[in-house]
């Protein structure tokens, strides 16, 4: 167990990702909508906590173990994966979602004596460009200095 505390990337992803958790309902509620505790908890959203995580644990692994390194060369190539479905696979499901919403809403009030009743898809799911980039910064920012700070002051 005492290697499992000592591994420096494994911890920069883990607290990437618990930042830009915190961070969320505070952006959102920053954006004029309000608190939202649920946030804390949920995909989507500003900043990405994935790409935060994802990163941070690259840089991590590159300082620690170098940019020469097979592990580095699989977290470059994860990590971009991982920001790319979430612009583009995770965010176009969220879009879907909205508009099924949307028609089930409509079928509910066509049907308002029938069996029908609405059916609510989660929507906030994938992250726009700035929303990925965001986290990424975050995370980089937070692995690299997580990683300096345990490497080089103990």
Same mark, same amino acid.
């Given at each position: $167990?005492?290697? /499992? *505390?000592?591994?420096?990337? @494994?911890? !920069?992803?883990?607290?990437?990702?618990?930042?830009?958790?915190?961070?969320?309902? +505070?952006?959102? %509620?920053?954006?004029?909508?309000?608190?939202?505790? #649920? =946030?804390?908890?949920?995909?989507?959203?500003?900043?990405?906590?994935?790409?935060?995580?994802?990163?941070? /644990?690259?840089? !991590?692994?590159?300082?620690?173990?170098?940019? &020469? !390194?097979? !592990?580095?060369?699989?977290?470059?190539?994860?990590?971009?994966?991982? $920001?790319? &479905?979430? $612009?583009?696979? #995770? =965010?176009?499901?969220?879009?879907?979602?909205? @508009?099924?919403?949307?028609?089930?809403?409509?079928?509910?009030?066509?049907?308002?004596?029938?069996?029908?009743?609405?059916?609510? *898809?989660?929507? $906030? +799911?994938?992250?726009? %460009? @700035?929303?990925?980039?965001?986290?990424?910064?975050?995370?980089?920012?937070?692995?690299?200095? =997580?990683? =300096? @700070? #345990?490497?080089?002051?103990?």
């Amino acid at each position: $167990m005492d290697k /499992l *505390f000592q591994n420096i990337p @494994l911890f !920069s992803a883990a607290i990437a990702f618990v930042i830009t958790q915190l961070l969320k309902p +505070i952006i959102n %509620a920053m954006l004029g909508n309000g608190w939202k505790w #649920r =946030y804390l908890i949920t995909t989507g959203g500003m900043p990405s906590s994935h790409s935060a995580a994802a990163s941070a /644990l690259t840089v !991590s692994i590159g300082m620690s173990e170098g940019i &020469d !390194s097979a !592990s580095f060369a699989i977290c470059v190539f994860i990590a971009l994966v991982i $920001m790319n &479905d979430a $612009m583009n696979v #995770r =965010y176009e499901t969220g879009k879907q979602a909205e @508009l099924l919403n949307k028609w089930s809403e409509i079928l509910a009030e066509l049907h308002k004596n029938g069996p029908f009743s609405p059916i609510a *898809f989660k929507t $906030m +799911i994938g992250h726009s %460009a @700035l929303q990925v980039v965001a986290g990424a910064v975050l995370g980089a920012a937070t692995g690299a200095l =997580y990683t =300096y @700070l #345990r490497l080089f002051n103990g």
